[in-house]
T-cell receptor, first 114, second 111 residues
């Protein structure tokens, strides 16, 4: 099993450019999440999708949009990138009830906005 | 608001025991989880406590006291490969599985 696959692994954007981060899981999980990780800030939730067809804002949603394309795929879009969005982005998935089964994380996308 | 507090850094020697504490304040509580992250890698799930008490998984144990809003991760027989960041996380909703993470504790294991 591949688990959670994120693409791309690295990306450099110019301020104002747009891009979509892709995430796919093959574990038949219902819930999917996007986090960003900055030095000393831990993991902060951007958006999540508790089940196919639903999405909700997390702690830091401004500047981002998401699409739950189907049960497997959950994409994160930056419409107009800003230097403050330079970060490592992690996608994760879990069983519907989450905690007891744990999250499975992708390997991350390292994004630099210049 | 929601917040989790854990020490930023802990140092221990190989073979020793180390405890990483976590205190939390959340609007709802459905369990405390622990994750390990090696430098440059993805976080990986270690343990989950929904009820008070100690859960043991090999060299790692996790403890929860809901009345004190407190938990800890205990690592025994430390190995060099245990050098990593450790995050506590609380699940604040019964339906979404959404986790709120602490800022992480960097554990350095010295020979």
């Amino acid at each position: 099993n591949a688990g959670v696959t994120q693409t791309p692994k690295f990306q450099v954007l110019k301020t104002g450019q747009s891009m979509t981060l892709q995430c796919a899981q093959d574990m038949n999980h219902n819930s999917m999440y996007w986090y960003r990780q900055d030095p000393g800030m831990g993991l902060r939730l951007i958006y999540y999708s508790a089940s196919e067809g639903t999405t909700d804002k997390g702690e830091v949603p401004n500047g981002y949009n998401v699409s739950r394309l189907n049960k497997r795929e959950f994409s994160l879009r930056l419409e107009s990138a800003a230097p403050s969005q330079t970060s490592v982005y992690f996608c994760a998935s879990s069983e519907a009830q989450g905690g007891g089964y744990g999250y499975t994380f992708g390997s991350g996308t390292r994004l630099t906005v210049v | 608001g929601q917040s989790l507090e854990q020490p930023s850094e802990v140092t221990a020697v190989e073979g020793a025991i180390v405890q990483i504490n976590c205190t939390y304040q959340t609007s709802g509580f459905y369990g405390l989880s622990w994750y390990q992250q090696h430098d440059g890698g993805a976080p990986t799930f270690l343990s989950y406590n929904a009820l008070d008490g100690l859960e043991e998984t090999g060299r790692f144990s996790s403890f929860l006291s809901r009345s004190d809003s407190y938990g800890y991760l205990l690592l025994q027989e430390l190995q060099m490969k245990d050098s990593a960041s450790y995050f506590c996380a609380v699940r604040d909703s019964g339906n979404t599985g959404k986790l709120i993470f602490g800022q992480g504790t960097t554990l350095q294991v010295k020979p």
